[in-house]
């Protein structure tokens, strides 16, 4: 069973920072591109970034490029999201996620990790 | 960036209702979209890929259908447990984009 399992959500001061975490499980990891998704109180879906397999390409939403850094760890079966100058307007539920037949399309979501981003 | 307009915003229906939800994409994407289904607290559920693929394990009741810049998702008898938020997202490169979504209502 796959299991897609984030961690390290708080809350934290504007122009702080935040690593965030995806433990997965149940599948061959490095086989997929990953990607965190998140969704603002009330709001709709925001995709941030994707990884592939082997974490030589990333790829960024305009929003949080040269702010976030994604990366993974193969041998660990991790995904991490590093989130530095942290906004206000970062407050959201975080996704992991990835897709089994394109990358793009998310079949599999983590359950989520709640970030605050408050003074 | 490839812009996703979906509408309705929201809908109002009845159980046995068919509904259908609009999205249009700011250029042309090649059948690269997924539908989801969310629920209040819950991660979204992919419904379909390819825009007119079923993910395993969806009802058959919900269809997609579309092509170039125009998709339709479509559920053909609202059951209780369809009333939920609906996203339409491509998928044709990076960056990834969503629709603002479709609440549908009883």
């Known amino acids: 069973e796959v299991q897609l399992l984030e961690s390290g959500g708080g809350l934290v001061h504007p122009g702080g920072s935040l690593r965030l975490s995806c433990a997965a499980s149940?599948?061959?990891?490095?086989?997929?591109?990953m990607s965190w998704v998140r969704q603002a109180p009330g709001k709709g879906l925001e995709w941030l970034s994707e990884?592939?397999?082997?974490?030589?390409?990333?790829y960024y939403a305009g929003s949080v490029k040269g702010r976030f850094t994604i990366s993974r760890d193969n041998s660990k079966n991790t995904l991490d999201l590093q989130m530095n100058s942290l906004r206000v307007e970062d407050t959201a539920v975080y996704y992991c996620?990835?897709?089994?037949?394109?990358?793009?399309?998310?079949?599999?979501w983590g359950q989520g990790t709640r970030v605050s981003v408050s003074s | 960036d490839i812009q996703m307009t979906q509408s309705p915003s929201s809908l109002s229906a009845s159980v046995g209702d068919r509904v259908t939800i609009s999205c249009r994409a700011s250029?042309?994407?090649?059948?690269?979209l997924a539908w989801y289904q969310q629920k209040p607290g819950k991660a979204p559920k992919l419904l379909l890929y390819g825009a007119s693929t079923l993910e395993s394990g969806v009802p058959s009741r919900f269809s997609g259908s579309g092509s170039g810049t125009d998709y339709t998702l479509t559920i053909s008898s609202l059951q209780p447990e369809d009333f939920a938020t609906y996203y339409c997202q491509h998928y044709y490169g990076t960056p990834y984009t969503f629709g603002q979504g479709t609440k549908l209502e009883i």
């Open positions: 250029q042309g994407i090649a059948y690269s």
């Open positions: 149940g599948f061959t990891f490095r086989n997929y591109a």
């Open positions: 990884i592939s397999g082997g974490g030589d390409s990333t």
């Open positions: 996620t990835y897709g089994t037949f394109y990358a793009g399309s998310h079949d599999n």
